[in-house]
């Protein structure tokens, strides 16, 4: 599991199975309470419907805020939140329609570099640690 400084960008093309395709939309709002940028992924099934649709939002510094996932009826599949403290990741929740899933959390050194993640289950209850070293520019894991 690799960790940067924040989630990387929405990645466009097919990340479902081949006979699926989707389009991406980039949007640029006003700024609504935290939101600076909005990008629409919309899934389609191969029969040319929508399969799902998954928005980013993202702040005015293009940090990931939100990744929301609906399905073909815009209901609610998984939420992902970003939270950051000096524009560096510090927290992660995932929800689904019915609550909180899983939560990370980061630790960073003084330059903004994550040295720890750890996961947790809906109950707050540790699932995994990952530890980070950084040596001659180059990462390790544990």
């Not at 699926?20 to 006003?30: F, K, L, N, P, R």
């Not at 939420?79 to 560096?88: A, G, K, S, V």
């Not at 929740?93 to 960073?108: A, F, P, Q």
């Not at 640690?129 to 894991?141: A, D, I, K």
Request: aromatic share 8%; charged share 30%; net charge negative.
């Amino acid at each position: 599991m690799a960790c940067a400084g924040s989630p990387p960008p929405a990645q466009s093309g097919n990340t479902e199975a081949e006979d699926e395709s989707s389009a991406v939309e980039s949007v640029t709002q006003e700024p609504e309470e935290a939101v600076w940028k909005v990008e629409l992924e919309v899934v389609m099934a191969a029969d040319g419907t929508v399969d799902k649709t998954i928005m980013y939002e993202y702040d005015n510094q293009g940090n990931l805020l939100r990744i929301i996932e609906s399905d073909d009826r815009d209901e609610l599949l998984y939420l992902r939140e970003f939270f950051y403290e000096d524009d560096n990741l510090i927290r992660q929740d995932m929800s689904d329609r019915y609550g909180l899933v899983s939560s990370t959390t980061y630790e960073n050194n003084a330059d903004g570099k994550p040295v720890r993640e750890t996961k947790y289950d809906a109950e707050d209850e540790p699932l995994s640690v990952v530890t980070y070293r950084y040596r001659n520019g180059l990462v390790e894991e544990s």
